[in-house]
């Protein structure tokens, strides 16, 4: 495999659930080294995409690639270059802290048992609690350290930061851009916490309702997008305009759109429309309201 | 020398560090010389990506701004005010500019007007940069 072919990808992934579809022809594809933060709102289908990309669920249509390989056909020695963090974890309830890296030490060649005991100490984990004692945040971090230690090609997180203090979450992203930096690993995560996806996150992806609304590289996304407010009196054309990302109708009137700056032509707009840069917070409101 | 980030501006965070560094140096409070801390340094402190730092700092480097000490990072250059232009220098204005464009459209004033109304302020000599 070669070292700038995509470590993961989804090629035209449609899951269902019954009646309900959750992934809907979702593409992408990610570059080693790549921090891909993955937006959306509850039910988007971020969750069900990496579980897909995993190999830990099959789709109904299409295909996830792993290491250059169908997701579903890893082997073990690809299964230990993975870190899974998901949004719940209730293994080894039973074990203490302390016993359950240990064992974990034991599965994975690549274990840094260095990095393992420092995290434990900076986040105050006593090793010799039962994990079952802990509170869910301390059970996340114990989850993200068995994910960070062995200091895994391909890192997934769940929603990471949901359960953890803002200090504990702040040295979390710091681990794991610190993973991504100096030791070329791939990161995909999902959160809702827009400013820890903007602090780490080279790339980011926006799910809306099972669809992928949004791929690419955040700075270029925040240098080239930008809200144009279209005035009433004019004629929006039903067709999308060059660079057109969104549109959707103001409660006053008029028209809001989101067009990449870099397609968009300057013919094309009225002369009374106004074009203002958006915040990440901002162009999640246009693509997934 | 202290960075103010801000993650969810809408300015992506190389370009604010860039903005920071280049009015830093152009208000002479950091004189050429001045050790730039290391990209690690950096990120760590504020969170971010390595990645971010490393394109601000080289995109700094090429409007040589700053100069790469062999072995001891970055500082800032000797050179800077015969190689930076003005598109560049106006490049940091840019935000500025935006709001101002955007507080002045919902005043409903036009160009002429910002233009009288700015003139004269163009023409104070004011003792410090303003910074914010």
């Not at chain 1, 200090?167 to 851009?177: H, P, Q, S």
């Not at chain 2, 004189?31 to 990209?39: M, Y």
């Not at chain 2, 101002?100 to 459209?105: E, S, V």
Request: charged letters at 20%; one cysteine or more.
């Amino acid at each position: 495999m070669n070292h700038l072919d995509p470590v993961v990808e989804a090629l035209a992934l449609t899951k269902r659930y019954k009646d309900h579809t959750a992934l809907n022809d979702v593409s992408l594809s990610v570059a080693p080294g790549t921090v891909l933060g993955l937006l959306g709102r509850n039910g988007a289908g971020k969750s069900t995409l990496m579980e897909c990309l995993l190999g830990l669920r099959s789709a109904d249509n299409g295909q996830a690639r792993l290491f250059g390989k169908p997701a579903l056909q890893i082997n073990d020695h690809d299964k230990a270059a993975l870190g899974y963090v998901p949004q719940q974890t209730d293994s080894l309830l039973w074990m203490k802290v302390g016993d359950a890296l240990t064992f974990f030490a034991s599965l994975y060649p690549t274990w840094d048992s260095h990095l393992a005991d420092s995290l434990l100490q900076r986040w105050n984990l006593d090793s010799k609690r039962l994990i079952q004692d802990l509170s869910p945040g301390q059970r996340q971090q114990v989850a993200i350290i068995r994910a960070l230690a062995p200091r895994p090609r391909l890192l997934v997180l769940d929603e990471p930061a949901a359960a953890l203090d803002p200090l504990v979450r702040r040295e979390v992203l710091r681990e794991i851009v610190e993973l991504a930096a100096e030791h070329g690993s791939t990161v995909v995560f999902s959160t809702h916490i827009l400013s820890d996806l903007e602090r780490i996150a080279s790339h980011v992806a926006l799910m809306h309702e099972g669809r992928l609304r949004l791929y690419g590289e955040l700075d270029q996304l925040k240098d080239e997008l930008r809200r144009v407010r279209w005035p009433q009196h004019s004629t929006l054309p039903a067709l999308p305009l060059p660079g057109e990302v969104a549109r959707r109708p103001l409660a006053e009137g008029g028209w809001s759109l989101v067009l990449n700056l870099a397609q968009a032509e300057a013919s094309t707009l009225p002369g009374q429309a106004s074009t203002h840069s958006l915040s990440l917070e901002d162009l999640f409101v246009e693509l997934a309201a | 020398m202290t960075l103010h980030i801000e993650p969810s501006a809408p300015d992506p965070i190389y370009r604010q560090i860039v903005g920071q560094i280049t009015r830093l140096i152009s208000a002479g409070t950091c004189p050429p010389g001045t050790r730039l801390p290391s990209v690690r340094e950096v990120a760590a402190a504020h969170a971010i990506n390595p990645m971010t730092v490393s394109k601000a700092y080289a995109l700094l480097e090429a409007q040589g701004l700053l100069e790469r000490q062999r072995g001891k990072g970055m500082q800032v250059a000797d050179n800077h005010q015969a190689v930076t232009p003005a598109q560049i220098r106006l490049q940091t204005l840019q935000p500025a500019l935006e709001q101002l464009a955007r507080q002045a459209r919902q005043l409903d004033l036009s160009l002429e007007q910002l233009i009288e109304a700015l003139a004269p302020l163009m023409n104070d000599v004011e003792p410090h940069e303003g910074t914010q």
